[in-house]
């Protein structure tokens, strides 16, 4: 989401959301709003709250309180990426520090436990269950997704079906999460709430698409991580499935090593069989079809600034992975 | 709690307990119930769901479903007690090897976010906001402890104020809110609901009190750990804090130099210290206050199975650190 992104049309929308997600950090330890600010104000596009926010909006929800009640995606996803980092011992994420680095494991683990019963806190300030159903059944299917992730890693076998459970699971959920939500919290018939449900899920395994083809494809500054990162850190992304399961012989034999074992100036050379195998291309294809799917759910819903937002978002990260 | 126990006389509602501690765990994902199981199965009192069933039961709410409810409460503290580990990179607890000694700190964690995930699942399937709320609440204060006793790792500065800041939140908070939910459960007014809020929180300190204590004179064989193991880690608890404050000139200077740097050898030159200064003797009047407060709470309640076995679990608490 380069310079004429649909986000600087929300600039309003996101200046809101980062001032609630300040606010809402305020706890009895100032430690914690510390270590909380560092990985929240780091960067990030905000995309889960927004697609919350645009949700609600579009289902006729309005108000100030809207702003506060998305902080919850957000607090959710930072806690997840905190735990990341130090899963991943990551030293940079976006070009900035990572907090296990400044802070050490043992502070990252706990504020992002505070992170997740923040985002708890603030859950059950509505008196909607369903809505607080949902975001449980979320948390727990984001916790699978990272567990299936770690056993998944340097697993050269995993299947296309496999990849697709972890990426639904570790990302789409909870962008469908937030969509759905909004559309409960603005009152409407359980179909359109599926619909835009539906949406978050295919709008979320597109993002996560996206971003595994760019680990190959784009470089460290739009990133601000270097390219293979996911390689290196024994991710198994749909590209290299795709060629794995497209080579045999030396080629299939080569690429298994490169990506069992990849090293900075092996990075060319995965990228050739990338190429000669179409596995990019494959990749894009689907992400593709996700974007199609995401668009078609939206079309039970009459014309709304909201969802040429929408249809502009799924637009414009699909262009990214090209 | 040794043989005579009246823990023995709850063989029943324990084994209901561990059967839907079990239960609950199914997931996806075969290796979170395998690591689940280790951390869930290898002992524990179960006093948190004990707390809970007799509470409820003591308001007149019966029936199955409070063995599965009270499962949020253990995997709430599983959750931690994870979390912990990894935070303490310990290899041992209750003499069992530790689980991210066997998978890694990384899939422990993980597995942690799981099992919160998995009791704010349970949670949700009561349609009482009031719940939800303080199980949230509660989430977060556990989290403002753990945080906060890393903070003060190592600091001889510690006054007892703090300590009980920090006792509060780790341990008495959700000793508290399983007394607390039991009595919403059971629709009691808010009075008898808050007399059982206090008396769960007078007794989760004076447990967290009497652990202390034992880690100065316990054995290794009856703790399941190794004798000053928290000031080996670098927790300063009570009787520390207390001898500290009494101590001066030479005395004060060497107990100092032990508090920082504890070595199994040194143990009985700090425990003649507690000794001389009478901390130990100290602690245990605390605990014996927050026992007697404990007691106090329970005076509105008619006479009943579920508060005699109240009464006796705080007796033989108290009994454990003398």
């Not at 603030?122 to 299917?141: E, G, M, N, P």
Request: with cysteine; aromatic share 6%; proline share 3%.
């Amino acid at each position: 989401m380069a310079r004429a992104s649909v986000l600087n049309k929300l600039e309003k929308e996101i200046a809101e959301i980062n001032r609630a997600l300040g606010d809402n950090l305020h706890t009895h330890v100032p430690f914690i709003s510390q270590v909380g600010q560092h990985i929240l104000l780091s960067g990030g596009k905000r995309i889960r709250p927004l697609l919350f926010v645009l949700s609600a909006r579009m289902c006729g929800c309005r108000g100030n309180h809207l702003a506060d009640f998305s902080t919850i995606f957000e607090y959710l996803h930072a806690a997840t990426l905190l735990h990341d980092d130090v899963v991943d011992a990551a030293n940079v994420r976006r070009g900035i520090t990572t907090a296990n680095t400044i802070w050490g494991n043992q502070a990252v683990i706990l504020v992002g436990d505070f992170l997740l019963a923040k985002a708890l806190s603030l859950a059950v300030t509505t008196d909607k269950l369903k809505v607080l159903q949902i975001l449980a059944h979320t948390t727990t299917l984001m916790a699978e997704g990272e567990i299936l992730q770690l056993l998944h890693q340097r697993n050269l076998e995993l299947t296309e079906e496999q990849y697709f459970e972890v990426i639904i699971r570790k990302t789409a959920a909870l962008m469908a999460a937030a969509c759905q939500i909004g559309a409960i919290l603005g009152g409407k018939p359980e179909a359109q709430e599926d619909s835009l449900r539906q949406f978050g899920l295919n709008l979320g395994i597109t993002y996560q698409l996206v971003d595994d083809i760019l680990d190959f494809v784009g470089d460290a500054q739009e990133l601000g991580k270097p390219v293979i990162n996911d390689l290196k850190e024994g991710r198994i992304t749909l590209p290299i499935i795709n060629a794995l399961a497209r080579t045999s012989g030396a080629d299939r034999e080569r690429l298994a090593a490169l990506a069992r074992e990849p090293e900075p100036d092996t990075a060319p050379e995965i990228l050739a069989f990338l190429d000669k195998y179409g596995s990019l291309d494959y990749a894009r294809e689907r992400a593709r079809w996700y974007t199609s799917q995401a668009q078609a759910n939206l079309n039970s819903f009459p014309d709304s600034a909201e969802k040429a937002y929408f249809l502009a978002i799924t637009e414009e990260l699909l262009d990214r992975s090209s």
